[in-house]
């Protein structure tokens, strides 16, 4: 079991829209194959408790004489309509505001799968401008991993209404199979009637066609209405996963049938082997043990209980993920002695052997002091061999260090594959997204800045530049430049517009803490304006050079997108996507090495005025530990855009990051001269990024 947070630094933001819809949208898509599909169950236990329906789960039976012509009259009247209703944005006023079904069918003749959706809403919105995009207007977007590999595959998304088509970044993918693909074996039609919109589609799926196989697909449907801000939207998705493109276990499943084929229904019920252990994961897997290419996963409710229906087979029950994560506890699951076997019969439900979860113990490598204290040849193959076990337990596809001590880098090394599909070796070029550690980046360029009298740190910043989406809250114009570089503007980390589309305000400005990377997008938007630059040649010029920070990156260009590192969930890969322009919350793209100009230039106070220096590292905002979670000795604060620490060791200043897939943190102890960078693409490497590392390097046991 390990401790952290795992949400730490969300990059991704939301915007609300209230549902005020009354129309039907109908969908029909048609891959290359057909395919019905079963609307959920409900299964009583012995208990009479109802458990959670497997309602990420489809059937899909032979079908024949479909046309795609934006009429479902000709889809057979016995395929089971699957709703679709996980509503993500504004909330919906009442049940009918937003309603969607599905239905799906394969054929084998044509090796085609094809798809109905209907959707009620009492509105239509199409963007007929030549920029038009997928947020812009009503649309539709199926998610389909045709491979559907046990290990992971890449998915696509075709997204298209009766004016518009694209494929989500193919091009993108971590996948090669996905990154060429095409709309040339796909077949669509979309046509509005009345309340109704009916989408058609026929995706040829060739060999990857047959009975008795499994396929991940999900469905988004977005609802765009005239009145909306920019941005703003609500969309309903069939399975609960809300971010589908990363792998095919954030999908639902269809299953191949043959004509008529029965299923069974299997129930169970997941126990820890550790009773002190809380809730439990939101998926298991269940995998045909005669048929590998047949495997689902289902959801666990809240007590541990899951459902599903599955042709007639013997199957394995196991986790979907080796990780589990509650209230900053992880949990690794013992995925070899976690598992059970079941036999499904058609037309009966049979209850699956308890499923115990049993937990393999954290590595225990910390020395009684830190090894960088008395770093040697000796000492470096005792961190070699640190980091591979780290690895190897919390499946860390790559990682990027590099230690500083006296004034230099004593030590660089990468490990491990950028792409855990394709294997793709991690070397001192590849560049990992650097998350939250932008944020002391920006904050040393607003110095610069502030030191040529280009801006005024205590200058309201609606006075160089208003926000139009806080204005309505008056305290708004208290916020300045240091508010922000402290973390004391009062604005969420990231945005949950409100249904008239505006941010609300937290806390008055400058009289608490609140972490957030609007203020520092609000905060660029004020540089950029001020300057009359891009904020892109403003690092350069007050960043990069100064402190010859090289093979640091922003923004998408060609040579990112061939040295970047993907990210990875679950060791899953997620897509390389750029950023079309600098986020100073966020966007960084760097390496450990590279990175170490930048902590030595903090250190040696280089390109600032002592007095700017003294400034950037005066304690600004106190961070006040949560509950249970003090450290005697240990205190946080904030100076100008740069943690800082005050620790039994002396002071060490630094930042972490977390985009989610991936984990990063610097941190210099100055009175030891010593400290060290790492990045990591994985959503599983922030125990080694923000605990174990130190602990190996700086306090070893004694901090525990």
Not at 161 to 167: A, G, K, R
Not at 505 to 518: Q, R, V
Not at 566 to 579: F, K, V
């Amino acid at each position: 079991m390990f401790r952290y947070d795992l949400f730490h630094l969300p990059v991704f933001k939301q915007s609300d829209k209230h549902f005020k819809a009354q129309k039907v949208i109908v969908l029909i898509i048609v891959f290359g194959v057909s395919i019905c599909i079963n609307s959920g169950f409900l299964v009583c236990n012995q208990d009479g408790r109802t458990p959670l329906s497997d309602t990420e789960t489809a059937h899909a039976y032979p079908i024949a004489n479909i046309a795609v012509d934006g009429d479902v009259s000709d889809w057979p009247e016995n395929v089971t309509r699957y709703s679709i209703e996980n509503v993500y944005g504004n909330a919906l006023e009442n049940a009918e505001d937003f309603e969607a079904y599905f239905m799906v069918g394969h054929n084998l003749l044509s090796q085609s799968l094809y798809i109905a959706v209907v959707v009620s809403d009492d509105a239509h919105l199409i963007d007929t401008a030549q920029n038009a995009r997928w947020d812009t207007q009503d649309t539709y977007s199926l998610y389909l991993d045709s491979q559907h590999l046990p290990s992971g595959s890449g998915v696509i998304a075709y997204q298209f209404n009766e004016n518009w088509t694209h494929l989500h970044n193919p091009a993108d993918s971590w996948d090669p199979a996905v990154k060429d693909a095409t709309w040339d074996h796909v077949e669509t039609a979309s046509r509005h009637v009345g309340s109704k919109t009916i989408y058609e589609c026929r995706i040829t799926l060739y060999k990857q066609l047959y009975a008795g196989r499994s396929v991940g697909m999900d469905h988004i449907i977005i609802d765009k209405d005239a009145d909306d801000k920019k941005g703003a939207h609500s969309h309903i998705t069939w399975g609960k996963a809300k971010w589908k493109g990363y792998t095919s276990g954030r999908l639902g499943n269809v299953i191949l049938m043959d004509t008529d084929e029965p299923t069974g229904t299997v129930t169970g019920q997941l126990k820890w082997e550790d009773d002190s252990i809380r809730g439990f994961p939101n998926k298991i897997k269940i995998t045909s043990i005669n048929n590998s290419a047949c495997w689902i996963q289902t959801s666990v409710d809240s007590a541990g209980r899951y459902s599903a229906m599955v042709p007639s087979d013997v199957y394995k029950v196991s986790p979907a993920w080796n990780f589990y994560g509650n209230r900053g506890n992880v949990y690794k699951i013992d995925s070899k002695n976690s598992n059970v076997l079941v036999n499904v019969s058609a037309g009966q439900e049979v209850k699956a052997p308890l499923l115990e979860f049993s937990t393999l113990s954290t590595p225990d490598l910390i020395p009684e002091k830190g090894i960088l204290h008395s770093f040697d040849r000796e000492k470096e193959i005792l961190l070699d061999y640190f980091i591979k076990t780290y690895q190897e337990y919390y499946e860390i596809p790559g990682v990027s260090l590099a230690l500083i001590k006296n004034g230099r880098v004593v030590y660089h090394k990468t490990y491990g594959v950028k792409n855990a599909f394709t294997e793709e070796p991690v070397d001192e070029n590849t560049l990992f997204e650097a998350a939250s550690v932008t944020k002391p980046v920006f904050a040393y360029a607003v110095c610069r800045l502030m030191e040529k009298g280009i801006i005024d740190l205590d200058k309201p910043l609606y006075q160089y530049l208003p926000f139009e989406e806080i204005a309505h809250d008056e305290r708004y114009r208290l916020i300045t430049a240091r508010h922000v570089l402290c973390h004391q503007t009062g604005f969420p980390n990231w945005r949950s517009n409100n249904e008239d589309g505006k941010m609300n305000i937290k806390f008055t400005p400058g009289t608490d803490y609140g972490y957030s990377g609007e203020g520092f997008e609000y905060l660029k938007r004020v540089v950029a304006h001020i300057t009359q630059k891009d904020i892109g040649d403003v690092l350069e010029e007050e960043v990069l050079n100064p402190l010859s920070l090289r093979n640091t990156y922003f923004e998408k260009n060609e040579y990112l997108a061939k040295v970047v590192a993907h990210g990875h969930y679950d060791n899953l890969p997620t897509r390389a996507t750029l950023p079309g322009s600098p986020g100073m919350a966020w966007s960084m793209h760097t390496e450990a090495k590279a990175f170490t100009a930048f902590i030595l230039g903090l250190a040696n106070r280089k390109g600032l005025k002592p007095e700017t220096y003294d400034e950037m590292f005066k304690i600004q905002t106190i961070i006040p530990s949560e509950e249970g979670e003090e450290k005697p000795g240990w205190e946080q604060y904030f100076g100008l855009g740069i943690g800082l620490e005050k620790t039994p060791y002396g002071l060490a200043f630094g930042h972490s990051g977390n985009n989610g897939d991936f984990k990063c943190q610097f941190k210099m102890f100055t009175d030891l001269n010593m400290g060290f960078a790492v990045f990591i693409n994985s959503n599983t490497g922030g125990e080694l990024a923000y605990t174990a590392l130190q602990e190996f390097l700086i306090t070893g046991k004694e901090e525990k």
